[in-house]
């Protein structure tokens, strides 16, 4: 049913603002599907022992280090420009409701409507702060997990302490790592119950975002003709949001069907299909167990091979469905319990016992005679990665019948490098005689043309091709449409001076404005709900604190700015070998120390406790002049 766009907008006669019905209708009921299977078989939930004796010796760091060179400068990518801009069309919505544009004001503008913004909208209002507008470029709530739909996809963080609200919501995720579906059907729960949705501006993308030094304003201009002004801009838009694709020779000339996973095309029936995938990361760990169920012939071109540990999914319990909701702050409590565990494949694993509160702790602990340095803690650190690493490549032998598809998929980094992944059901599915494996290592594929895919002089004809090559890490494209006072917009200050951000929510010379989980920010843990908590929480100190000084404007003072992306940097550096590839956390290796993610741990809210408490960081302005 179309909503006349006379009634998307419309007058709250309580409170003389503007509410909106922009929510756009699913495109279609074929959009749905399942994340991870609960496996039964024991040899593929456990990891093979590691072998005795195994350290990260000098033969096996030269070993990394040859994987890590010959892919050096392979990982070439491009916008989804052009010809290519129909790989970004929204195919998970029926058309935008059509609207007048808006040209009037409020006090804050959220640009995404993902958990982020979610969670932000439910603490903003719980502070009074209800003139709140949201711009989503989707036809619906979710973010990451309303454009990411494709067949498998699940959370890596156990659901329980990755969906926030949990409580409030009165709900129980049905699995230990839910699928994407059911996070997005949870994020529309949230929209419908805090109303959300008469808040936000669907299918409305922010395409430049400048501001005015007189007025103490953000102009927010947008895909749809909007020129809404706002005394707040905050960016939740993700870290994740931008898809790119790798620069392959003769892409345009190809004339089956393609798309890239963040979009994926239920138009297109794979059934019976010959089907290629480029990619091997996280994506197309999950996508690929589930259409070699159905495709006719499956071809896997792979570059790097992932790192795939054991999942272990599992049904929440009846003993869970009935104790938790008399437990007050259940959630709470076991994402708390969360944080606290400092190393990612045991934080990821999620142990039920400890996170439940039914043991102290999630593991025991060493005890040494003398406190070690930090070149001993890293050493022992890199060879625990090592190890780990090594029952990884075991479980490959294990599992893949064929030796040399095994060999092609055992990858040789240390652990959390390059993103791990999970899953039960991916080696295994290379032991089906319609699956195969193209290891196009070290470079990548070489060229498409008119049929598909060739490789080492080899054509692989494909009735469609998909792109399961990823998105631009910490890279979002609004960083290039924020318009400082200086008339630079963020991205270019960043690219001349280097990243450079307080906490990584703000940047001087952009008053006003908050970034969410963007570099530099810290405040979480391997739980992303974690940050963006953090982050909001912090949103709306700051909001309050200017509320009770009659502040108009604030700003931070370049010295604290300097000092923190400095600080950011000295972190990088000395926890930079235990990230020694090329992933997309480091830019593929290109990435100055510091100017991506946050590598400080807790000591990020050493910073920000400081800040609150002196407030030496920040130039607030009342009377129009900086004080």
């Given at each position: 049913?179309?909503?006349?766009?006379?009634?998307?907008?419309?007058?709250?006669?309580?409170?003389?603002?503007?509410?909106?019905?922009?929510?756009?209708?699913?495109?279609?009921?074929?959009?749905?599907g399942?994340?991870?299977?609960?496996?039964?078989?024991?040899?593929?939930?456990?990891?093979?022992?590691?072998?005795?004796?195994a350290?990260?010796?000098?033969f096996?760091?030269?070993?990394?280090?040859?994987?890590?060179?010959?892919?050096?400068?392979?990982?070439?990518?491009?916008a989804?420009?052009?010809?290519?801009?129909?790989y970004?069309?929204?195919?998970?919505?029926?058309?935008?409701?059509?609207?007048?544009?808006?040209?009037?004001?409020?006090?804050i503008?959220?640009?995404g409507?993902?958990?982020?913004?979610?969670?932000?909208?439910?603490?903003?209002?719980?502070?009074?702060?209800?003139?709140?507008?949201?711009?989503?470029?989707?036809?619906?709530v979710?973010?990451?997990?309303?454009?990411?739909?494709?067949?498998?996809?699940?959370?890596?963080?156990?659901?329980?302490?990755?969906?926030?609200?949990?409580?409030?919501?009165?709900?129980?995720?049905?699995?230990?790592?839910?699928?994407?579906?059911?996070i997005?059907?949870?994020?529309?729960?949230?929209?419908?119950?805090?109303?959300?949705?008469?808040?936000?501006?669907?299918?409305?993308?922010v395409?430049?975002?400048?501001w005015?030094?007189?007025?103490?304003?953000?102009?927010?201009?947008?895909?749809?003709?909007?020129?809404m002004?706002?005394?707040?801009?905050?960016?939740?838009?993700?870290?994740?949001?931008?898809?790119?694709?790798?620069?392959?020779?003769?892409?345009?000339?190809?004339?089956?069907?393609?798309?890239?996973?963040?979009?994926w095309?239920?138009?297109?029936?794979?059934?019976?299909?010959?089907?290629?995938?480029?990619?091997?990361?996280?994506?197309?760990?999950?996508?690929?167990?589930?259409?070699?169920?159905?495709?006719?012939?499956?071809?896997?071109?792979?570059?790097?091979?992932?790192?795939?540990?054991?999942?272990?999914?599992?049904?929440?319990?009846?003993?869970?469905?009935?104790?938790?909701?008399?437990e007050?702050?259940?959630a709470?409590?076991?994402?708390?319990?969360?944080?606290?565990?400092?190393?990612?494949?045991?934080?990821?694993?999620?142990?039920?016992?400890?996170?439940?509160?039914?043991?102290?702790?999630?593991?025991?602990?060493?005890?040494?005679?003398?406190?070690?340095?930090?070149?001993?803690?890293?050493?022992?650190?890199?060879?625990?990665?090592f190890?780990?690493?090594?029952?990884?490549?075991?479980?490959?032998?294990?599992?893949?019948?064929?030796?040399?598809?095994?060999?092609?998929?055992?990858p040789?980094?240390?652990?959390?490098?390059?993103?791990?992944?999970?899953?039960?059901?991916?080696?295994?599915?290379?032991?089906?005689?319609?699956?195969?494996?193209?290891?196009?290592?070290?470079?990548?594929?070489?060229?498409?043309?008119?049929?598909?895919?060739?490789h080492?002089?080899?054509?692989?004809?494909?009735?469609?091709?998909?792109?399961?090559?990823?998105?631009?890490?910490?890279?979002?494209?609004?960083?290039?449409?924020?318009?400082?006072?200086d008339?630079?917009?963020?991205?270019?200050?960043?690219?001349?001076?280097?990243?450079?951000?307080?906490?990584?929510?703000?940047?001087?010379?952009?008053?006003?404005?908050?970034?969410?989980?963007?570099?530099?920010?810290?405040?979480g843990?391997?739980?992303?709900?974690?940050?963006?908590?953090?982050?909001?929480?912090?949103?709306?100190?700051?909001?309050?604190?200017?509320?009770?000084?009659?502040?108009?404007?604030?700003?931070?003072?370049?010295?604290?700015?300097?000092?923190?992306?400095?600080?950011c940097?000295?972190?990088?550096?000395?926890?930079?070998?235990?990230r020694?590839?090329?992933?997309?956390?480091?830019?593929?290796?290109?990435?100055?120390?510091?100017?991506?993610?946050?590598?400080?741990?807790?000591?990020?809210?050493k910073?920000?406790?400081?800040?609150?408490?002196?407030?030496?960081?920040?130039?607030?302005?009342?009377?129009?002049?900086?004080?």
């Open positions: 049913m179309t909503t006349p766009a006379s009634d998307a907008i419309r007058i709250d006669p309580a409170t003389g603002r503007k509410s909106f019905a922009t929510r756009a209708a699913k495109a279609s009921e074929r959009i749905a399942k994340g991870y299977s609960v496996q039964t078989e024991a040899s593929l939930t456990a990891l093979p022992e590691p072998p005795p004796g350290v990260f010796n000098p096996e760091q030269a070993k990394y280090r040859a994987f890590k060179e010959a892919r050096r400068g392979a990982a070439d990518y491009m989804m420009e052009g010809e290519f801009a129909r970004l069309d929204d195919v998970y919505s029926a058309p935008p409701v059509q609207r007048e544009a808006l040209g009037d004001e409020c006090e503008v959220v640009v409507a993902g958990l982020a913004g979610l969670l932000l909208w439910h603490k903003l209002k719980a502070a009074g702060f209800s003139d709140v507008r949201f711009c989503e470029k989707g036809g619906d979710g973010g990451t997990w309303y454009w990411n739909r494709y067949p498998g996809i699940a959370c890596d963080v156990e659901a329980y302490s990755y969906l926030p609200l949990l409580e409030e919501m009165e709900y129980i995720p049905t699995m230990k790592f839910a699928s994407g579906f059911e997005l059907e949870y994020c529309q729960r949230m929209a419908e119950k805090f109303g959300f949705y008469d808040r936000c501006l669907f299918h409305t993308t395409e430049e975002t400048v005015d030094e007189a007025a103490g304003r953000w102009t927010v201009i947008t895909n749809r003709g909007d020129r002004r706002a005394r707040f801009v905050i960016l939740a838009n993700g870290i994740l949001t931008s898809p790119k694709l790798a620069r392959i020779e003769g892409m345009s000339t190809y004339r089956g069907d393609s798309f890239h996973t963040s979009r095309d239920y138009r297109i029936d794979l059934t019976g299909k010959v089907v290629g995938i480029i990619g091997t990361g996280a994506t197309a760990v999950q996508v690929i167990p589930e259409i070699a169920r159905i495709v006719k012939e499956l071809y896997v071109f792979q570059r790097t091979p992932s790192s795939i540990d054991v999942r272990d999914q599992r049904s929440t319990t009846e003993e869970e469905y009935e104790t938790w909701p008399n007050p702050g259940w709470r409590a076991r994402r708390a319990r969360f944080a606290k565990i400092s190393n990612g494949r045991t934080a990821i694993q999620g142990n039920d016992d400890y996170l439940a509160g039914k043991v102290p702790d999630f593991k025991e602990r060493k005890q040494y005679d003398r406190p070690l340095t930090m070149e001993e803690l890293l050493e022992k650190q890199l060879d625990t990665n190890r780990i690493m090594e029952q990884i490549r075991a479980r490959v032998d294990a599992i893949v019948q064929d030796p040399k598809t095994a060999a092609a998929l055992k040789y980094y240390p652990w959390g490098c390059k993103r791990p992944t999970f899953h039960d059901e991916f080696l295994p599915t290379f032991n089906l005689p319609h699956v195969h494996l193209v290891d196009t290592a070290p470079r990548g594929v070489q060229r498409i043309n008119e049929k598909g895919v060739v080492d002089g080899v054509e692989y004809p494909l009735d469609v091709l998909i792109y399961a090559t990823g998105f631009e890490w910490m890279a979002t494209s609004t960083f290039n449409m924020i318009r400082g006072r008339g630079r917009t963020l991205k270019e200050k960043w690219a001349t001076d280097g990243t450079k951000t307080f906490l990584g929510l703000h940047s001087a010379g952009f008053p006003n404005l908050f970034i969410v989980s963007g570099p530099q920010g810290g405040g843990s391997f739980n992303f709900t974690d940050a963006i908590d953090a982050h909001a929480d912090y949103i709306v100190w700051m909001l309050e604190t200017m509320r009770d000084r009659g502040a108009r404007v604030v700003d931070v003072r370049p010295e604290p700015e300097l000092e923190y992306a400095e600080h940097a000295q972190m990088d550096t000395a926890t930079a070998p235990l020694d590839c090329l992933s997309y956390y480091n830019g593929h290796g290109n990435a100055e120390p510091g100017s991506l993610a946050y590598y400080g741990g807790n000591r990020w809210h910073y920000r406790l400081e800040a609150q408490h002196t407030l030496a960081p920040y130039l607030f302005d009342s009377e129009g002049e900086m004080r």
